[in-house]
């Protein structure tokens, strides 16, 4: 990998992020197609999105800080009355099980099988699908004021479907959101903040594994795209927020309709190889 093509995954990773597109299937569609080609890898994947979690920890930093002083009180009393904000640390741990668990469970073919490129435009595509379904009878009144534990425990569901490529970590979650009547602002800064341990903690733990071996990505491009994604994810955060205040979801519904016939094409043309 050179330092062109790190610093185009870096933008590619941090454009894609947080936006119900599966910026893993993006990684995994471009990578073939750049002068080094191949697979980046879900090692790769997996430490970049460290860069773009580091922007939703600086931009949700004030929040961050009094969810986590809340929820630190709370362990004097867990059994005790919850204010909101410690209720709010208990819900994503909750929420976190479920991505924990199934990407320990399936990690070898989180690595392997799940990275093909068929399955990858497939979940592209069916999932486009659904999220228009939500967007479009979601009746968008509850806020994260009103979340539950049931509810915190689907959202976590939904953001374990994200471990397949094409899926998206912010759409599903977003669309379980949308299904559960949240509204669009709601359930996207939910799914930032659910994010932040799945993701830290796999991106901890593949650059942990990978140190030294000799299937590890290259450090210096890697932390190169790392950086910068980093500072387009930010970007990225603060514009998306705006824009589903006040629009739908049909631009990326489109969007990834697109890109996953558009793999199929170059699939059945020989461009693109599935594994």
């Known amino acids: 990998m050179s330092w062109t093509e790190a610093v185009i995954l870096g933008l590619v990773q941090g454009l894609t992020e947080f936006l119900p597109v599966s910026s893993s ?6 990578g073939p197609l750049l002068p080094s080609g191949g697979d980046p890898g879900a090692a790769f994947t997996a430490i970049t999105q460290i860069g773009t979690e580091a922007a939703v920890l600086l931009y949700f930093r004030k929040d961050i800080w009094r969810i986590a002083l809340a929820w630190l009180q709370s362990l004097r009393q867990p059994f005790g009355p919850q204010t909101p904000d ?17 990407g320990l469970l399936f990690k070898d ?21 659904i999220l228009a379904w939500a967007d479009r009878i979601g009746q968008r009144r509850r806020t994260l004021g009103q979340l539950t534990w049931t509810h915190g425990l689907l959202f976590g569901l939904a953001q374990a479907m994200a ?15 949308l299904l559960m009547g949240y509204t669009r602002e709601a359930a996207a800064r939910y799914s930032f903040l659910l994010a932040i341990p799945a993701v830290l903690a796999s991106g901890f733990y593949q650059l942990y594994r990978s140190w030294g071996a000799a299937s590890a990505p290259p450090a210096g491009p890697t932390v190169l795209a790392t950086v910068v994604a980093f500072g387009v994810g930010y970007a990225v955060i603060v514009w998306f927020l705006k ?7 049909m631009p990326f519904v489109l969007y990834r309709l697109a890109l996953g016939a558009g793999v199929l094409a170059l699939l059945a043309a020989g461009v693109l190889a599935p594994i």
């Open 109 to 129: 073919a989180i690595e392997t099988s799940l990275r093909n490129l068929y399955i990858t435009a497939t979940m592209l595509i069916v999932f486009a699908l």
């Open 25 to 30: 299937a993006h990684l995994r569609i471009i």
């Open 243 to 249: 824009l589903v205040s006040t629009r739908g979801y």
């Open 86 to 102: 410690s209720r709010m640390g208990w819900l994503i741990i909750v929420g976190t099980l479920p991505i924990a668990l199934l």
């Open 163 to 177: 471990l397949i490529p094409g899926v998206s970590r912010s759409g599903g979650t977003i669309t379980a959101g």
